[in-house]
């Protein structure tokens, strides 16, 4: 990319999060100035007075866009309902999290294997006094026991080097794995009621392993990493459908990437 291209990309991604801070944050000061001189740590308070900490605003406020915003984890029936029981696989510091509280889940089971962003994870939910959510600290893939994960500058883009076929980069560390089913053993799970993965390309080795627990998902919303996983978005919706679900596949602006949305075709007489 040209250095006229970078500096054009900066600037509009600038502006994006400059008009996101002028419309929805109550810190809005804070913020600006954080921005201004590119902070290491920051913190974003919403309008509702949900509080954010993450390790730096470049990617703290698209998440909160996206999630909060743009509402992408919301595709027809496929949303969070009150009462759900939500597992979150690539929790990051809890912003999805936060959003399935504020709508009415029962229970959230997060999986984050980042070690800075799990610690502000469970800093994000004690702020915020949310008490019904339990967060492990591993990755999640088509295995039990351990893997490596490459820690990239941002604190989103962290890859699972086992899921995704890569040999590791210089910057690492050993993290658990586990499978998604034995998310269902572990915790005593009958059913998920609402699958969330933003795993950044481990979502083809999760849902490979996964072909019996699928019986016991409701709903799917998912970011797909064609660039990464071993799965391409195509490939990820004909295993969904053959395993029961009706699958929308709604790609991004941005190359490679885009969502999945998915319910499971025995739901009947509504989103439950």
């Not at 054009?8 to 810190?27: C, D, E, P, Q």
């Not at 698209?62 to 027809?76: D, I, K, Q």
Request: one cysteine or more.
């Amino acid at each position: 990319m040209s250095a006229p291209a970078r500096i054009a990309g900066s600037l509009r991604r600038t502006a994006r999060a400059v008009a996101f801070t002028m419309r929805h944050t109550r810190n809005r000061v804070d913020v600006l100035r954080a921005l201004i001189h590119s902070s290491d740590q920051a913190t974003v308070e919403l309008r509702d007075g949900t509080s954010i900490t993450a390790p730096e605003l470049r990617t703290l406020i698209p998440l909160l866009t996206e999630v909060f915003v743009n509402r992408e984890y919301e595709h027809g029936d496929v949303r969070v309902e009150p009462n759900d029981v939500v597992v979150d696989i690539g929790a990051h510091v809890g912003v999805f999290a936060l959003y399935a509280a504020s709508h009415g889940a029962a229970r959230i089971i997060a999986y984050e294997p980042s070690p800075v962003n799990a610690t502000l994870f469970a800093h994000n939910m004690k702020r915020n006094s949310i008490a019904n959510v339990q967060l492990v600290h591993a990755a999640v893939g088509d295995r039990l026991g351990s893997t490596t994960l490459g820690l990239q500058k941002w604190s989103v883009g962290n890859i699972v080097f086992d899921n995704i076929g890569l040999e590791p980069s210089e910057n690492t560390v050993d993290v658990s794995m586990i499978t998604l089913a034995e998310i269902f053993v572990n915790h005593n799970l009958e059913r998920i009621n609402f699958l969330k993965m933003d795993c950044e390309g481990s979502e083809g080795a999760v849902l490979t392993a996964a072909t019996e627990a699928l019986q016991r998902v409701d709903r799917i919303a998912m970011e797909y990493h064609d660039n990464w996983s071993r799965l391409e978005h195509d490939a990820i919706a004909r295993l969904l459908t053959k395993a029961g679900f009706m699958v929308d596949v709604v790609p991004s602006r941005t190359p490679f990437i885009g969502m999945i949305y998915a319910k499971h075709a025995s739901l009947t007489g509504g989103s439950r």
